[in-house]
């Protein structure tokens, strides 16, 4: 029976929302990782290194050594880290932008919007003065 019991609170902790929900980021983080690194290394790197590696006379930040030292590698991945949090910070902060403007937007349409009890109020009103009316013409 013990053997049933783990398996059953095994299927509860897999079914929980938060394990989907972390299965599934993880998922898109991936996919969108991806997406970001090609951003940095096929367009954005080059745009900036190209310029600087000519000025410099190079063919290749990677080659960089001193005494034996590779440090253009590190350089670089110095570089694409550096690209990859600015594209994400600007990601974040338009995706807050628009957030907050949503936000401000369903607000404003919420205060506009009449009150549902309000008007029915007006409803009822209008209807009891049709029917004093009638009453009075007879």
């Given at each position: 029976?013990a053997?049933?019991?783990?398996?059953?609170?095994?299927?509860?902790?897999?079914?929980?929302?938060?394990?989907?929900?972390?299965?599934?980021?993880?998922?898109i983080?991936?996919?969108?990782?991806?997406?970001?690194?090609?951003?940095?290394?096929?367009?954005?790197?080059?745009?900036?290194?190209?310029?600087?590696?000519?000025?410099?006379?190079?063919?290749?930040?990677?080659?960089?050594?001193?005494?034996?030292?590779?440090?253009?590698?590190?350089?670089?991945?110095i570089?694409?880290?550096?690209?990859?949090?600015?594209?994400?910070?600007?990601?974040?902060?338009?995706?807050?932008?628009?957030?907050?403007?949503?936000?401000?937007?369903?607000?404003?349409?919420?205060?506009?919007?009449?009150?549902?009890?309000?008007?029915?109020?007006?409803?009822?009103?209008?209807s009891?003065d049709?029917?004093?009316?009638?009453?009075?013409?007879?």
């Open positions: 029976m053997r049933s019991s783990f398996v059953d609170d095994f299927k509860k902790f897999l079914m929980q929302g938060n394990v989907v929900d972390l299965a599934v980021a993880v998922i983080g991936g996919a969108f990782a991806k997406i970001i690194d090609s951003f940095v290394k096929d367009i954005v790197t080059p745009a900036i290194l190209a310029p600087v590696l000519a000025a410099a006379k190079l063919d290749n930040i990677k080659g960089l050594n001193f005494n034996g030292i590779t440090y253009g590698n590190f350089l670089s991945e570089i694409t880290f550096l690209v990859i949090a600015l594209s994400i910070f600007t990601m974040v902060r338009a995706l807050e932008t628009a957030k907050t403007k949503m936000a401000r937007k369903k607000a404003v349409e919420e205060v506009a919007a009449p009150d549902p009890a309000v008007a029915l109020q007006e409803s009822m009103i209008a009891l049709r029917v004093a009316k009638a009453l009075e013409n007879r």
